[in-house]
C-alpha cells in the first residue's frame, strides 16, 4: 500500500500564457465599453457579451457544433489565439475568429445559447485565459473502452476542453499497445481482480494474468484504436495528450520485462533500473511508437513517487550513481528523466514530469537541459513556483483538488479515495490567485500553460461511476481555465445547474449538485462549550502538516468536515513507541467545574492510514497532580469503507480542573484524527 499511501498521504496532507494574457490585454482595451452581462447558459462564461433583450434570430436549421449553416465566419489574426468574436443580428449570424480553434469556440458558444430554434441577438468577444485546459483520466486503475473516451471528448470539447491527458501506464496494467515490446500488453494489461483496492491489498499474492486467461480483468488499446481516438478528439479541438509512467509506478513494466529491474533483484519491482542501459533502449522504443500515434507536442513521462529502494542496493545504481557524483542513487531518477527529455526534445516534441521531477538534482544543476521539461504541479504552490523560477512552464492540478475525491457526504455516496472535494470547494482554487515570485512577475521565467482536473480510477470500477466523479467538477475546471478567476461562486452554480438538463439529454452520469447535503453540518457554526479557548498542554505533538489551528486548534469551537486536511482537524502520528500515545493532552479549564460529558470527535479514513483509536483514555484532576480515570475504551480495529467521523464520549456527574485524555493506535505509521474537546 505504500505507492498509494504516499501518493494520498502526501495529498492528503495531495498557454504559452505569456501570449495569451497580452493577446487578451490588448484586445480589452481595443473593446467599447460595455456592461459585462451574465448568462447562466453559457459554460464557460464568455469575456464579453451583450445581450438585446427580447429580440431573436429565428434559425432556418439547428445549429451544430460543426455545421456552418446560417454563419458566415472570417479570420482575424488580430485577435488572440483560438479568440472569437460573434455577432448575432437579425441578418444572420456572422463570426469572426484568430484561428480554427476560435471558430469552433464560436460554434460551441452558439450551440449553448440556441434554445427553442432561435437565437438572441447579441455581440460576444472572447478568447481563453490559459491554452491548456485539461482533464487527465486514469485508464490504468480501471480500464475504461475507447467509446468511454470518445463520449468524453463530445462531452469535454462542449465546454472548451482543449487537452485529454491518459494516464496509459501504471502498476494496475499497461493500456497501450507497443509493437516492439508485445509482453507488455500480453502479460501486464491483464489482473486476477478487478477491484482494484483488493488487488493492491493482496500485496505479494498480487499477479498479472496472461491476455485471454479466464477470469482476467483489463484490456488495452490497440495503436488503431488510439489513432482513431486521437483523429476524432482532434475534430472536437481536444489534443490527446499520452502519459508513459517511469521511472516509479512501474510494477507492470517490471512484471513484463523484468530484465528492467535491479541487479540482483528476484521480487516485485516498482521502478525500473535507471542504470541499465537496456531500460533506455526500452523506453526510447516505446516513446517511439507513442510519438507516431500522438501528435502531441507534449508527452508526459511520469516521474512521480519512485520508491528508489532496490536503486540502493543495486550494483549497477551504485556505480552510475558514484560515476555521476551523484550524492545517492536516488538522484538517478533526475539522470533518467533528463535523458529522456533530451529524447523527446531530438523528435520536437517536450516532456511534462510531475513536479517531483525539480527534486532531480541533475535538472536543478542543468538548467539548459532542464528548460524542455514541464512541470505538472500536483504537491502545492510552492512547487509551482519553484517550478516557474527554474524556468519551467507549469500545468496546475493540485492533489487537494483531484476529482477522486468525495463530492458528497461519504455517506450517501459511492466510495472514493480521496477526501472531501465539493464544487464549492473546487471553486476556491484560483490559480490567478497564485502569489508568484517577483522576478515571474517581470516576466522572465516560466508560466501557467493552465489547469487540469485529474481523475485517479482506483476506487472507480465503472464508466458511469467515472462521469459521476468528472461532471460537474471538470466543468468547474473549464470555467476556470477560460475565464479565470471571472465568476463568483453562485455564478458557476447556475451556470452548473444550467447543464443538467443537456447532461440529462446525452446520458452523462453526472452528479445532481441540486440534491448535495455538503459538507458536514457540524462545521457550520463554532460550538459553544466549557472548554472554548481553554488553554491544551501537548504531551505529544500534533504533526506539523496536520497543525489545523495549532495549540489552540481543540478548543477554538471549530468542527473538522468531511477533509481530514480542510485546516480544521488536527492529526497524530503513532510512533514506533507503544508505551507513549500519539493523542496525549491535558486540557486545564481554569478553575474546578463540574462536568457532566468530554466529547471528542474521531476521523477514520483508512486509505491514508487515518483511524479511530484502539484505546481511549479520560482522567480528571482537581489540581493537576492527583488523577482518576473516569473513562476508558478499547476498541479493536475495524475496516471502514469510508471517510467516517465518530464521537468518543463519557457522560456522568463528575467536576474537576483538568482534564487528561490519550489515545492510541495498535500500528506505527497510523494515524489519529481529531477537532475538538467538547466539555459540557
Ligand atoms: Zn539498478
Redesign the pocket.
Known sequence: MITCMKRSIAKLIRPRLGKAVTGISVFLLALPACAQQFVPQLLPQPMKIEMKKGEYLRLRHPLDSTLATDLRSSLDPSLPQEGYVIDVTAGGISVRSHDASGLRHARTTLCQLAAGGRLPLCHIEDAPRYAWRGCMIDVSRHFFPVSFLKKQVDILSRYKINILQLHLTDAGGWRIQIRRYPELTRKAAWRTESDWGRWWDSGKDRQYMSEGAPGAYGGYYTQAELRELVAYAAGKGITVVPEIEMPGHSNEVTAACPGL???G?QGAQGDV????EETYRFYCDVLREVMDIFPSHYIHIGGDEAGKE??RK?????H?AGQLRLAS?DD?QGFLIQRMAAFLKLFGREAIGWDEVLTDKLVRSEPSLGTNMNVMVWRDGKAAREAMLRGHNVILTPGEYYLDRYQDDPRFVPKAFGGYLSLEGLWKYAPGKLALPDSLQSGQTGHILGVQGNLWTEQITTPDYAEYMLYPRELAIAERGWSGDRLTYPQLKASILAQAGWMKANHVNAFDLKSARGDRKETLGPVTHLARQARVTYNSRYADKYAAGGDGSLTDGILGGWSNNDGRWQGFMQRGDRKKQPLDIVVDLGKVTPLHSITMEMMQFDSPWIFFPNTFRISLSDDGAAWREVYRKEQPREHLEKVSVRPWQWKGKDRGRYIHIEAGCDNPGEWIFTDEIIVK
Do not use: H, Q
Open positions: 529491474k535491479c541487479e533483484n533500473c535507471p542504470s541499465n532496490a536503486w543495486c550494483p549497477r545504481c551504485i552510475l542513487t538517478l
